[in-house]
């Protein structure tokens, strides 16, 4: 802190001595329009592109605050509930308000990315394809990447101001928040992804750009989203079949496409040896040695790395005992819908003594357990902060070991170069298996779902002790109707659930799922009544249906707008 303090210092002390210097006028100023030849085109392009990862410690582009934290699957973490109170407000909802500093700067950031986008493709625009080819191209990633954020927005906010790049700069002040419906808002965001699919190659040499299956993917997820009707207390009151089919086809695209399949192993999606492997459809591209000074890190998991000496800082984004207890299987070697909490495994004996999904060691440090596959190198409670709030586990799919090769301090922070996966191939067999449930087909499902369980089945290999010894006590079993469980459409719902859970715990979506089966009210609560026995600071926790279901517009985005803006009911 203090070199920053002198640092700034030496800067002021500078500019002030050289005032009359930087008041001389410019010999020259550059318009825009000189601006649009196809190599600053192209500049613009990837300033776009960089906005996936222009993260900082608290707007992380994996949604974890949002999508993890706000589910019963993680905690805040940190030395305690005044450490990133924000993040406390936001575990809690009941202080959450429209005053939020982080609600301001994650909407923020996402329109910074929107800015960005509108602003190449009102360049790209302006030039021909005879000197520039790649325009229809451009046009459609562009148009994929403001898919995407709006995407965000659109499932932390809810009713937010459209602007694409049809819309001059001085016009935004007079663009509502409300000028669209939700439907009129989720068929924008599609119309930006079937654009994509319609123009983009199948595979792309540069890994960061989006593909035609991408943007089917994403259509498929936007198709779903909207799928699920809610009124305006946020109660599904139908799903539309129609859009079902459609994420059924889009799917089915995406699926049959030779270039897509499950890793060989769960824990291949989080390792930095295995980046854009056969699974991934859609990432976040990070780098080091690039020329700046730490490189283009994931700063949005910079937080997350446990209190040893390798890493240092922080301790957040702590899984729950509950996401834990999930993990536990039955004696047929299928997850418990119900009862997993009644005995909470801890350490030790306690992961040897029950059966778990494999995928529990993938995703949690445990202590006395390896810690990224290294048997030398094992997680300690001495490596939690402030574990009489929290308990003592810390997560690992954000992490790397301080030894892989993309691990990168900033000092007294850590992170990593790491992709990060926006979409998976689990998400798309998940989510067609979701559609065919819904449509009253859930046989048609359940070869989809046992896909994903039996990968989750074989992902062992790495979980070892010095010894060869597995870590837990692993048992996965597939769905086998008539043997282990009877296939019925509310017991596959069921199952499909639990699978989302498992799957992806700890990647930012669990919050939105819940949100988008109309059931988070019901289920958070009841995880507070649990948990809160366990965890005395969510004693007072209580989610609000009809209001917490998404975040409070932003009060500075409200006197922006000069009143413009309409406030999410309940705040």
Not at 239 to 255: G, H
Not at 335 to 344: K, Q, R, V
Not at 356 to 367: E, Q
């Amino acid at each position: 802190m203090k070199k920053q303090i002198l640092s700034i210092i030496l800067v002021l002390s500078v500019l002030a001595a050289c005032k009359k210097t930087l008041d001389q006028q410019p010999q020259g100023v550059i318009s825009s329009d000189e601006l649009n030849t196809p190599t600053n085109i192209e500049k613009m392009v990837i300033a776009a592109y960089s906005s996936l990862g222009n993260e900082n410690l608290h707007t992380s582009n994996s949604l974890w605050p949002w999508g993890s934290m706000r589910s019963g699957d993680a905690y805040k973490g940190g030395d305690g509930v005044g450490d990133n109170s924000e993040w406390n407000d936001y575990e809690t909802f009941v202080t959450n308000q429209n005053t939020n500093s982080l609600t301001d700067q994650m909407w923020a950031q996402l329109y910074n990315g929107i800015a960005r986008v509108n602003n190449a493709l009102q360049r790209v625009e302006q030039i021909d394809a005879g000197s520039y080819p790649q325009k229809i191209q451009r046009q459609a990633e562009m148009r994929f990447l403001r898919g995407n954020y709006y995407f965000m927005l659109k499932i932390m906010w809810n009713r937010v101001p459209y602007i694409d790049e049809s819309i001059a700069v001085d016009q935004y002040i007079n663009i509502s928040n409300v000028a669209l419906t939700s439907d009129q808002l989720w068929d924008k965001i599609a119309a930006d992804f079937r654009y994509a699919a319609d123009n983009l190659p199948a595979t792309q040499a540069d890994k960061g750009r989006p593909t035609k299956y991408a943007a089917q993917a994403y259509l498929a997820k936007t198709e779903l989203y909207q799928a699920y009707k809610q009124n305006d207390e946020h109660t599904v009151t139908g799903i539309d079949q129609t859009k079902l089919n459609q994420v059924v086809t889009l799917c089915d695209s995406v699926i049959n496409y030779s270039g897509y399949a499950l890793a060989g192993d769960f824990g291949d999606n989080f390792l930095t040896a295995n980046e854009n492997g056969p699974e991934s459809i859609f990432a976040i591209q990070y780098s080091k040695n690039d020329g700046t000074q730490f490189g283009r890190i994931d700063m949005g998991h910079s937080l997350v790395y446990p209190m040893n000496q390798e890493f240092g800082c922080c301790w957040q984004h702590i899984p729950s005992q509950d996401l834990v207890n999930s993990f536990k299987t039955a004696s047929t070697g299928l997850p418990l819908f119900t009862g997993y909490n009644n005995s909470d495994a801890i350490e030790g004996g306690d992961f040897l003594n029950q059966t778990f999904d494999p995928r529990l060691d993938h995703t949690v440090a445990i202590p006395g357990h390896p810690y990224k596959y290294d048997p030398k190198f094992v997680y300690q409670k001495t490596w939690a902060r402030a574990p009489a709030i929290y308990g003592y586990f810390s997560e690992l799919k954000g992490t790397v070991d301080a030894s892989d090769p993309s691990f990168q301090k900033i000092p007294p922070f850590m992170s990593s170069s790491k992709n990060w996966e926006l979409i998976r191939f689990a998400d798309v067999l998940l989510w067609k298996a979701e559609a065919l449930i819904e449509l009253g087909r859930p046989q048609d499902a359940l070869p989809l779902v046992n896909q994903v369980r039996q990968r989750a089945a074989v992902s062992t290999s790495r979980l070892k002790q010095t010894d060869g010894s597995a870590t837990s006590n692993y048992k996965v079993a597939t769905y086998q109707p008539g043997v282990n469980c009877n296939w019925t459409q509310d017991f596959a719902r069921q199952a499909l659930r639990t699978e989302r859970r498992l799957e992806f715990a700890l990647e930012g979506n669990r919050f939105f799922d819940l949100v988008r089966w109309g059931i988070a009210d019901t289920y958070l609560n009841s995880y507070f009544t649990s948990e809160s026995s366990k965890r005395s600071y969510l004693k007072n926790a209580k989610f609000t249906k009809g209001r917490d279901e998404y975040l409070p517009i932003p009060l500075n985005q409200i006197n922006y707008s000069k009143g413009l803006y309409k406030q999410n009911p309940g705040f």
